[in-house]
């Protein structure tokens, strides 16, 4: 029997009669991520753990810890894992060098599994990556975090060779990313998700973009558990909302489906809530009272003054650690900078293992931006230069940088110009129209509707 399942967080399940492939298995019922910011929504059932015990490939789409999860990866020691074929191949190595057994999937080719499954990887811009997976005939489109930058058309041309096309993807109200702002007063800034705008809306352009006829919600299942996070739960989706907004062309499953992949037959398996133990910060080695050393000041300085590009746009850096300020300069413009509010536990691990998107997602670091509008603003852009070109893909320098954006334009063609089109318009539009305002909706939704 072929059939998929989806499970945890972003676990999508293909069988050939057994269990053939599995991706981004992260048990996050029990292994929590974002130094303890995040557990799973729900329950992976003991049955589906197995299954995915029992795959013969584990493939991974990026490094976020609720798709590779530090803690869950020791479990699939001697397991296939499978990876996309990103610049610098950090994943790879860091993984090779830890002795597991790990193969890199060439770009956008087709690679069999079995005779009835095939899958197809496809790397993006941000270091992170969409998996096409046929299984007897049926094309499931693994987004998860991804989008579709860079490649949508290249997917619509293949999705139009099925009758059967089946989005996953991220979606929600969008605390899944840095939402934890206060202004310069210490006033909190309420965040785009209180907006609670209707996810289906979201779910039915990407169906466009990619040219699904189906949608599961996906990659989209997670909970707050930190005491200084936990505030955050207020803005997490709820379950039953993702088909609000939904195209009625689209075909909608609910989360956590069985699909019989030759008769189209699903059924849904409801799994448990997980139940939310609110934790101290202490639990995950976080004291707001430590203080940072010499050292740790050192380090911190050194890991963001090698990227050049933050070096040469923010003026300063700002860490309040244990009730105390900070400052590191940079050669940026003296008065733009941004501060954040950490303990110096995590900031110290994300700043070793180069893995401070983590803080930002986590929900529990304290931001304020000095004269800039966004983290990804202009050519400082702090989630990219910070995140994904130095920390991912180990690109710090502008000479770096520069080879970094050759090899992704390289792989995308034209798509990658169109794309950097796009942005350029979308910051166009974005700074000299107020989001709530009539002319911003009108010029998203021509956007939308010409794409």
Same mark, same amino acid.
Request: hydrophobic content about 35%; overall charge neutral; aromatic content about 14%.
């Given at each position: ?278 934790? #101290? %910060?202490? !639990? =995950? ?7 940072? &050393? +010499? ?7 050194? $890991? ?119 942005? #350029? %318009?979308? !910051? =166009? ?7 709530? &305002? +009539? ?7 021509? $956007?939308?509707?010409?794409?």
């Amino acid at each position: 029997m072929q059939k998929i399942t989806t499970t945890g967080n972003a676990t999508f399940i293909a069988y050939d009669n057994v269990p053939i492939i599995a991706t981004d298995p992260w048990y996050g019922d029990q292994d929590p991520a974002y130094f303890g910011s995040w557990m799973c929504s729900h329950e992976i059932p003991l049955s589906l753990k197995k299954d995915i015990q029992d795959c013969k490939y584990l493939w991974f789409s990026h490094g976020h810890p609720d798709h590779l999860n530090p803690i869950s990866i020791e479990r699939f020691k001697g397991k296939k894992i499978l990876l996309p074929d990103h610049y610098n191949s950090r994943i790879f190595n860091d993984l090779k060098s830890s002795s597991y057994d790990v193969e890199i999937l060439p770009d956008r080719k087709w690679v069999n599994l079995t005779d009835k499954i095939k899958v197809l990887c496809i790397t993006t811009f941000i270091q992170d990556s969409i998996l096409l997976i046929d299984v007897c005939g049926k094309l499931f489109i693994n987004l998860n975090d991804s989008g579709a930058k860079s490649c949508s058309s290249f997917i619509r041309k293949i999705s139009e060779r099925y009758n059967e096309v089946f989005l996953l993807s991220l979606s929600g109200y969008g605390d899944a990313d840095m939402i934890n702002f206060y202004d310069e007063d210490d006033n909190f800034i309420l965040p785009p998700a209180a907006k609670k705008e209707k996810p289906g809306i979201m779910l039915s352009q990407f169906c466009k973009l990619v040219g699904a006829n189906s949608v599961i919600p996906f990659s989209s299942f997670h909970q707050y558990q930190r005491e200084d996070s936990i505030w955050a739960q207020k803005y997490t989706t709820p379950i039953d909302s993702y088909r609000e907004g939904l195209d009625k062309s689209i075909k909608f499953y609910e989360p956590f489906v069985i699909i019989d992949c030759n008769s189209l037959e699903s059924e849904n398996y409801n799994p448990n809530r997980t139940k939310i133990i609110i934790k #101290k %910060s202490e !639990d =995950f080695g976080d004291s707001w009272s430590d203080q940072l &050393s +010499k050292e740790d000041c050192n380090k911190i300085y050194n $890991y963001f003054f090698k990227k050049e590009r933050v070096r040469n746009f923010f003026g300063f850096i700002n860490f309040v650690v244990g009730s105390k300020q900070h400052t590191f300069k940079l050669e940026g413009k003296k008065n733009r900078g941004i501060t954040f509010e950490v303990p110096r536990y995590s900031l110290m691990q994300a700043v070793e293992y180069k893995i401070f998107d983590d803080l930002l997602i986590g929900n529990f670091m304290k931001t304020t931006l000095h004269n800039c509008n966004s983290l990804y603003e202009g050519r400082g852009n702090f989630g990219y230069n910070v995140a994904k070109f130095s920390d991912n893909g180990l690109a710090d320098s502008e000479e770096e940088i520069t080879n970094y954006i050759k090899n992704y334009k390289k792989r995308a063609g034209y798509e990658f110009l169109l794309s950097t089109f796009e942005d #350029k %318009s979308k !910051d =166009f539009i974005i700074r000299f129209f107020n989001k709530d &305002s +009539k002319i911003f909706n009108l010029l998203k939704k021509s $956007y939308l509707i010409i794409r």
